[in-house]
């Protein structure tokens, strides 16, 4: 058994505040998973925001702070080695503290005061690794093992499957990817390619996996989001796809919201589905799409669902 | 070459990569411009798009946020290029959207210049005022 493999069974869970609330599906679709594989996931005790935007935008140190305080906890109250966010924003912000707290000092003369002012352990650099559900699901499960587990093949379901920008960049917060053979790749990621393969899907040639959707402009610029949207969601309809797969709350949100802005504002209309790939996967272990929060996804994929994938 | 006169060409489905290669460059050629630089001539990995992105995104980590589909640009190009006989309707829609997708992000960037700097950049907006 791999080291990755090994230490992935049994991790720290930060769902971030996206996965209580617009982001519940892929809150529930985790769990799910994690369960149907026998993965254990312990929630971080008492957790806080990472920083998210608006903090980092009025002070990183702070942004900093909040993300170690975080990994603190996981590391340094409840003994663990790995901490799996399946937020891109919480990911980002968790693998950047940790750059800062490593190559900054000033940082961590931030976080050391704050962490005593606080009344807790500073998080130090180096204590925890920071890992994104699909680093979980590719090393602790894989795609062999996926595959024995399918019980509903997702054969014929064509997938385009989009990471967004913060799973990748900027590259220098991320040193794990782009270390060849099979790691994770900053310019053409394929983790998420890799799993729904492994549970039947169809990849489709998708060239915009990481490319803008104007996410953080969503609501001060939203026409610039629905055009970039609107742009990724035709290319993957022209490429042959059914559904968009992916693994962030603020991706999902703005590909399903700016889908159903660009019909009312722009008049047009598109029909691929979204869906958070451990939704898919899920569906693939034999889950109820009720269990993997199909129902709780803005736009209606019930039916596709149901026809397609579950029902054959 | 105005980014109206570009978007109304990319929207015409008979473009052959050479001209959507190109049709990048103007994109990229307009946010230098707008940033008081002269647009390189220079050629990185045999690419003058390449070159131009590189410039766009000195002292400008946001711009990043277009280096991927500057590159896939490129990868569309050479597939295209490479191998006439292999080369499909489908692969030159995709190197449309692609072009359209860089078009809708300079474009955007253009109207708000913070475009990329929180996700991409991981820079703070207010970091003059932090």
């Known amino acids: 058994m791999s080291k990755e493999k090994q230490n992935y069974q049994k991790v720290a869970y930060y769902p971030g505040c996206a996965l209580e609330g617009s982001g519940h599906a892929y809150n529930r679709s985790t769990k799910a998973v994690g369960k149907a594989l026998g993965l254990k996931l312990e929630e971080v005790r008492n957790w806080n925001c990472c920083g998210a935007m608006e903090v980092k935008n009025i002070d990183p140190k702070i942004q900093t702070y909040l993300s170690s305080r975080v990994m603190s906890i996981a590391k340094n109250e409840m003994k663990h080695d790995v901490v799996m966010a399946p937020c891109n924003g919480c990911y980002h912000n968790l693998k950047k503290a940790e750059y800062d707290l490593k190559n900054d000092p000033a940082s961590r003369e931030v976080v050391g005061e704050l962490s005593r002012k ?141 889908q159903i802005r660009a019909q009312t504002n722009f008049g047009v209309e598109t029909r691929v589905k979204i869906l958070y790939f451990t939704q898919l996967l899920g569906l693939a272990l034999g889950l109820s799409p009720r269990k993997v929060g199909v129902h709780e996804n803005v736009s209606d994929s019930m039916a596709y669902v149901r026809e397609a994938i579950t029902r054959r | 070459m105005t980014l109206e006169a570009i978007q109304a060409e990319l929207e015409t489905a008979t473009l052959g990569a050479d001209r959507l290669l190109r049709l990048g460059e103007r994109i990229l050629e307009q946010w230098l411009i707008a940033h008081g630089k002269t647009p390189t001539e220079e050629r990185r990995e045999g690419f003058r798009l390449l070159a131009l992105h590189r410039q766009g995104a000195r002292d400008d980590a946001s711009f990043n946020a277009c280096r991927e589909t500057c590159r896939e640009l490129v990868y569309h190009y050479n597939l295209l290029t490479s191998s006439p006989e292999e080369a499909d309707a489908q692969l030159l829609q995709m190197m449309r959207f692609i072009a359209r997708h860089l078009y809708f992000f300079v474009s955007g960037k253009l109207q708000e210049a913070g475009l990329g700097d929180f996700c991409c950049a991981s820079r703070p907006l207010r970091r003059a005022e932090a």
Request: aromatic share 6%; charged share 20%.
């Open chain 1, 118 to 258: 606080a009344g807790h352990a500073a998080y130090e650099a180096g204590g925890l690794e920071t890992i994104h559900a699909l680093d979980w699901l590719k090393q602790a499960v894989g795609e062999e093992e996926l595959g024995r587990r399918v019980k509903n093949s997702l054969s014929g379901v064509k997938v385009a499957n989009y990471y967004g920008c913060m799973y990748t960049r900027p590259r220098h917060i991320f040193p794990e990817k782009d270390q060849g053979g099979a790691s994770e790749s900053t310019s053409k990621p394929h983790y998420m390619d890799d799993l729904l393969e492994a549970a039947g899907a169809v990849n489709v040639e998708f060239p915009l996996k990481t490319a803008c959707c104007g996410g953080a402009h969503t609501l001060s610029d939203s026409d610039t989001s629905t055009r970039l949207v609107l742009n990724i969601i035709q290319a993957a309809e022209a490429a042959g796809a059914d559904v968009i797969a992916t693994e962030c709350p603020t991706c999902h949100s703005g590909l399903e919201m700016h």
